[in-house]
């Protein structure tokens, strides 16, 4: 039947073909049927015998591999955290140590400032002290110099007016003025 | 041959010749008869196939290596590919029939991938290979059915989830279905197969006429492109069938 239509086909050009199409030919189907039997034991064999285990171990080794290289990954990982906590805890301490170390510093130089001030006051103080005895002192003389100068003064113009001089009266009078 | 006719007048169709036997050693013809074990073009073309077969799962994986080659990691998804259907489709006790699998698989595949190039052999498309692979595997899932699960493998007929007056009746279909299953599995792989291959040639012998030639060449191209995928897809669907049926023998009880 298929053949009839490939003879409609080819528009009058003589068919050589007879029989039925080749697809059905039983006479081929020995020769077919032998050869793909042979072509099938040939590929189970190649494959049972030669790939398939290789290929077997191969991606067992290849999940081996995989399987320890992530655990080893996952265990470096571990240790870089381990890594970045004591570089973390490191950098705090050593944060902490040169804050103490500042602070102890500004203390000192604190406490130097503070024991340099107090001197320095107290030998102001002190010069303070001195110039304000210097001059008492030199008040109180000048008061004695006062009265002296009264004194001679009112003597003075006691002869010249040519009166009797008595000195303890003068005096007497002259410190209670003065004050000397 | 043909050449006789094709100068006689313009158009010549004949899509079904590259179907034909021819030895390999010899002269054939339309009315060839080989005998049992003639070496012929249908011998050479399956030796390509094994040979294809060979290169790339045995030379190419030879250096084991853990960081694949580029053909290493072919035969690596291939092997896994079909493991995992093995697994999935019958089941983790089916991984001893992986390697018969394995090889249905790639005896289709290599045939009819080879049987796309130009001036060669498709053995796929013959009824008479198809057939044994279909038979090959009904005979083998039915022996091991009755061998593993006795006289319970008959419960694949009789749906005892089923109403029992309805018993029967699903038991005739169950029963006609099974029975049909080798022949739709072998006739759906030759019958695509030769198909294809008839269309491009029909296209091809339409090339002939100077005028819708480029369209017959373009029909030939985008039919060559269907033909890839259906020569990958029938080895896909044979395989997956295959382990379905295979499950069958093993798991009768659902």
Redesign the interface.
Known sequence: M?HDA?AE???????????P?????P??????????????V???F???R???P??????A??EG?IASDLSAAEALRAQARDAQAAYDKAVAEARAESNRIAQATRDAIKADLDAALAQADAQIEARAAEGARAVAEIQSQAQGSVAEVARDTAREILRVLGGQVDETAVDRAVSARVGG | MEETAHEAVGLTFHPLDQFQLTPLFGTGGADYNPSFFALTNATLWMAISVLAIFLLFVLSTGSRSVIPGRAQSVAELIYSFIRKMVDDVAGHDAGRFFPLILTLFLFILFTNFFGLLPLSFTATSHIAVTALLGFGVFLFVTVLGFVLNGKKFLGLFWMTDAPLFLRPIIAVIELISYFVRPVSHSIRLAGNIMAGHTVIKVFAGFAQVAAISPLAVLGVAAIYGIEILVAGIQAYVFTILTCVYLKDALHPGH
């Not at chain 1, 086909?9 to 029989?19: D, F, I, K, M, R």
């Open positions: 298929e490939t086909l080819t528009h009058g050009t003589a068919v050589p073909t007879e029989g199409i080749p697809l059905l030919q006479a081929y189907f020995d020769n077919l049927i032998f050869w793909a039997v042979v072509a099938l040939a590929i189970y190649i494959l049972s030669m790939a398939l290789r290929i077997g171990s191969t991606l080794t290849r591999t």
